[in-house]
């Protein structure tokens, strides 16, 4: 069974930045994209960044578009999120999500990791 297990996450002031990775094991299946979410509290779950994981091309919502940086490891079936400049609106619970070759969806999950940006 696929696991996805975020890591990371933490308490930062504003302009900070953290590093949030997300490792892979169990997959026996070809990933099409993996992404990153965000949830802040009382609000729905929305996009942050997602890469294609062949080609390496990525898409950024504009709210993070020059601040944060989604990359992959593809030895280490690891994909990670660069955060800089972060400010308090960017506080939620980040999760990783997986978009197997052939599914029109995120159909995989992690467990999600922190983010809390305040002085």
């Known amino acids: 069974q696929v696991q996805l297990v975020e890591s990371g996450g933490g308490l930062v002031q504003p302009g900070g930045s953290l590093r949030l990775s997300c490792t892979t094991s169990?997959?026996?299946?070809?990933?099409?994209?993996m992404a990153w979410f965000r949830q802040a509290p009382g609000k729905e779950r929305l996009f942050v960044a997602a890469?294609?994981?062949?080609?390496?091309?990525?898409t950024y919502a504009d709210s993070v578009k020059g601040r944060f940086t989604i990359s992959r490891e593809n030895g280490k079936d690891t994909v990670y999120l660069q955060m800089n400049s972060l400010q308090p609106e960017d506080t939620a619970v980040y999760y990783c999500?997986?978009?197997?070759?052939?599914?029109?969806?995120?159909?995989?999950w992690g467990q999600g990791t922190q983010v809390t940006v305040s002085s």
């Open positions: 890469i294609k994981w062949s080609a390496g091309s990525t």
């Open positions: 999500a997986i978009q197997a070759i052939g599914t029109r969806d995120y159909t995989f």
């Open positions: 169990g997959r026996t299946f070809s990933v099409y994209k």
